[in-house]
């Protein structure tokens, strides 16, 4: 049994139960919101909920409390926490742990145990808590002495969040959360280290940078902030260096700013050609907040040769291929050294030619959209519509080929997509953010698979007050299986179709807003309605079941 011995005081009371003290030490690290779906295996937390200041999120599913807890992670400075119950509860959860590891997402899952007394005899929902998440968590531990409660949520917390961040499951059974600890306290938050570069590590660099005259910096993972992305930006293209970002990490950096645009688009699924040639023709690849991975080297296939650099907070897990230098830093913390690193010379129009390139990719021209509705020019709406610091969400299918390709980023914290593919995240996502930013536009884009895999969750953001725009997409079937189905297997498809309801007006029944549109014109008029409305809307537009993706301007 790991120990976690009781720290600094900062609160105390004569007798406090396990579930109090645990909530106690959750509103000590920050926490506003915690989601869940209740089972009377954590009964004792969520009695301990009913005065605390952290709003409890009730969900509709196991699936949408992780994928919202997702969504804190990502969009705020502390670890997202959801709440479920044992066996089922767990294993509808283990979707969004597998998402937030292989995203690097902080994360803290609370899953109700069996007594103590009853382990190992085949009880009612039990189930091995190490052998279920032991793989694709970064810690699993188990409460076995109320009295560390409060430093085994702090160590949760502070796990989920250092190094490289990612899930940590707390098992909690239900007969010791409800154990009384005599003189229980809180304990003082352990302060996150934030490792910066050294001197000899940024002279190691600016040597690299002044032999390299085609250099490309990739961003990702967790950690940007506006000031950090817009210093990256600002740099870079004083420099002449393009920035591409990693596949679904496309907030890091500002798409356009004033006094330096440096960012040419995403590499991964959706990305353009001409960039993946770049990527592949650099002779120095700067990785700032995300390792060479799978997506974004196109199966392993493409930049694997240049001279690498990679800046993690953390390991380098994830990373394939050469390093010729590892900076240990946050994006916050090495950008805010940039001023100390010269550059090279960079070969002429590099850069310019780069940003022309992503500019004519990444600007929506209409084409022929058969019988449904243009993606195309939804998205130049879209593009009008939306405010500076909109939050995107989106799960995962060839629906969000469009939004990957279309939007603009122009501030920090505005997007949430699962980078392991994860359907169903999206309209979760969208309804925590509405929560975590009630001030902000919030705009999901869900294909009709997506959607229906966590759509329940749209009367959790009815009941709490959260309004996004949903925007689904019905083609009728998984567009991404159909697609590869036509590849591999021309003529044949099987198991991909989709029969699918009145989607407004299954919004409608929920008590938010909901339109169809057939047609491209009705598009701006019923996006507008739709934020007027100050529900949470959705918008169900109709696709040609053919169109797969955007086809104009491919580059």
């Avoid at 803290?108 to 189930?127: K, T």
């Avoid at 502070?158 to 909690?172: D, E, K, N, Y």
């Avoid at 040769?305 to 916050?332: K, M």
């Amino acid at each position: 049994m790991e120990e976690f011995p009781v720290r600094k005081v900062v609160s105390v009371s004569t007798s406090i139960s396990a579930g109090h003290l645990i909530v106690a030490q959750l509103e000590a690290s920050g926490v506003k919101r915690a989601y869940g779906v209740p089972g009377e295996s954590f009964l004792d937390m969520l009695d301990g909920l009913h005065d605390s200041s952290i709003s409890t999120v009730v969900t509709r599913h196991e699936g949408g409390a992780g994928f919202m807890a997702l969504a804190e992670g990502r969009l705020t400075d502390v670890p997202g926490i959801a709440m479920v119950t044992r066996g089922p509860g767990a294993a509808n959860a283990f979707i969004a742990v597998h998402t937030a590891y292989q995203d690097a997402t902080p994360l803290v899952l609370f899953v109700g145990l069996i007594p103590v007394a009853d382990r190992g005899r085949e009880s009612f929902q039990e189930f091995d808590i190490n052998a279920w998440f032991g793989s694709t968590a970064k810690k699993v531990v188990t409460l076995e002495d109320p009295a560390s409660a409060a430093a085994l949520v702090d160590d949760a917390v502070h796990t989920a969040l250092s190094g490289r961040p990612g899930p940590v499951v707390v098992g909690l059974p239900e007969d010791i959360l409800a154990r009384q600890v005599e003189g229980g306290a809180t304990v003082t938050p352990r302060t996150l280290a934030r490792p910066a570069p050294s001197s000899s590590a940024l002279t190691e660099l600016t040597a690299r940078l002044d032999r390299a005259s085609r250099p490309v910096i990739v961003v990702g993972g967790e950690g940007w902030t506006e000031a950090a992305g817009e210093s990256l930006v600002r740099w870079a293209a004083g420099r002449g260096i393009p920035v591409a970002a990693d596949f679904r990490a496309y907030d890091a950096v500002p798409h356009r700013l004033d006094g330096g645009n440096a960012y040419v688009g995403s590499l991964g699924y959706a990305r353009s050609d001409a960039l993946a040639g770049r990527f592949d023709k650099a002779d120095l690849l700067l990785f700032i907040g995300c390792p060479r991975g799978d997506v974004l080297s196109d199966g392993y296939t493409t930049g694997l040769n240049a001279e690498t650099v990679v800046v993690l907070p953390g390991d380098s897990l994830g990373h394939f291929g050469r390093i010729d230098q590892h900076i240990v830093a946050g994006p916050a913390e090495f950008t805010a050294l940039l001023p100390e690193l010269s550059g090279g010379a960079v070969e002429p129009g590099w850069l310019p030619d780069a940003r022309a390139d992503y500019e004519r990719f990444s600007t929506p021209t209409p084409e022929d959209a058969g019988r449904g509705v243009d993606l195309n020019e939804c998205m130049a709406v879209l593009r009008e519509e939306l405010h500076d610091d909109a939050v995107i969400t989106y799960g995962a299918g060839n629906h969000a080929l469009w939004a990957a390709r279309y939007f603009e980023h122009r501030s920090a914290n505005s997007l949430v997509a699962p980078r392991n593919g994860a359907m169903g995240a999206g309209i979760p996502a969208a309804v925590a953010a509405g929560l975590i930013f009630p001030g902000r536009q919030v705009i999901s884009v869900a294909g009709d698979g997506c959607f229906m895999m966590n759509g329940q969750e749209f009367a959790t953001a009815v009941a709490y007050g959260s309004a996004p725009v949903t925007i689904v997409v019905d083609n009728q079937c998984f567009a991404t299986i159909r697609e590869h189905q036509e590849r591999h297997y021309p003529g044949r498809p099987s198991g991909t179709g989709l029969s699918n309801p009145d989607f407004a007006r299954w919004a409608e029944a929920y008590g938010g807003h909901g339109e169809r549109v057939e047609h491209t014109g009705e598009f701006r008029d019923a996006f507008r309605r739709a934020v007027a409305s100050g529900k949470p809307a959705v918008l169900h537009l109709l696709q040609d079941p053919d169109v797969r993706s955007p086809k104009t301007g491919v580059l």
